[in-house]
Antibody, heavy 121, light 108 residues
Framework: QVHLQQWGAGLLKPSETLSLTCGVYGGSLSGYYWGWIRQPPGKGLEWIGEISHSTSTNYNPSLKSRVSISVDTSKNQFSLKLNSVTAADTAVYYC???????????????WGQGTLVTVSS | EIVMTQSPATLSVSPGERATLSCRASESVSTNLAWYQQKAGQAPRLLISGASTRATGIPARFSGRGSGTEFTLTISSLQSEDFAVYYCQQYNDWPPLTFGGGTTVEIK
């Protein structure tokens, strides 16, 4: 049974770079896309982007200029970087397994535990 | 971008009663729709994919239906552990993948 565990810095200053990593346990990165989703406090869910084990990526157009998702197959983990953060980027960030590589259609299951990232001067 | 609209924002239901949640898409998403449950302080959990297929381990009291632009999630007899926030998500036309704003199911 696949389990995701995520980690990274929880407090940033404006203009800094958010950096989070998600480890995949009990399964391989192969065959799926792996995604990041965020949730501002008290608000809904926003898809950030996804990556496959072969480093194919797709991003939310609203964040594309600031986002980078990478994968490390040797460590079975993938990472998110979001640069030039502002207070509007304050949110709980989740990693999750997404769609199968062979299809364009997919949901998220399972999810990581979430990391609260606060941007404040 | 496909906009997902959920209603009502809050649903007050007594334990044992039936709850029906709605999700509307701004354009057709076929049956490419998922439902999630999120409890306070926890990550979302997949309930249903393909508009009507329950995920592994999800009780039969959860059912989904719909296609095109109109979808419903029904909880046939609410248990105490079902009081939570529910989100729909479309995966038919992207990027971006989009979620609804959520429906909070609270104890009446």
């Amino acid at each position: 049974q696949v389990h995701l565990q995520q980690w990274g810095a929880g407090l940033l200053k404006p203009s800094e770079t958010l950096s989070l990593t998600c480890g995949v346990y009990g399964g391989s990165l192969s065959g799926y896309y792996w995604g990041w989703i965020r949730q501002p406090p008290g608000k809904g869910l926003e898809w950030i982007g996804e990556i496959s084990h072969s480093t194919s990526t797709n991003y939310n157009p609203s964040l594309k200029s600031r986002v980078s998702i990478s994968v490390d197959t040797s460590k079975n983990q993938f990472s998110l970087k979001l640069n030039s953060v502002t207070a509007a980027d304050t949110a709980v960030y989740y990693c999750a397994r997404g769609r199968e590589v062979a299809t364009l259609f997919g949901w998220f299951d399972p999810w990581g535990q979430g990391t609260l990232v606060t941007v404040s001067s | 971008e496909i906009v997902m609209t959920q209603s009502p924002a809050t649903l007050s239901v007594s334990p044992g009663e039936r709850a029906t949640l709605s999700c509307r898409a701004s354009e057709s998403v076929s049956t490419n729709l998922a439902w999630y449950q999120q409890k306070a302080g926890q990550a979302p959990r997949l309930l249903i994919s393909g508009a009507s297929t329950r995920a592994t381990g999800i009780p039969a009291r959860f059912s989904g239906r719909g296609s095109g632009t109109e979808f419903t999630l029904t909880i046939s007899s609410l248990q105490s552990e079902d009081f939570a926030v529910y989100y729909c998500q479309q995966y038919n036309d992207w990027p971006p993948l989009t979620f609804g704003g959520g429906t909070t199911v609270e104890i009446k």
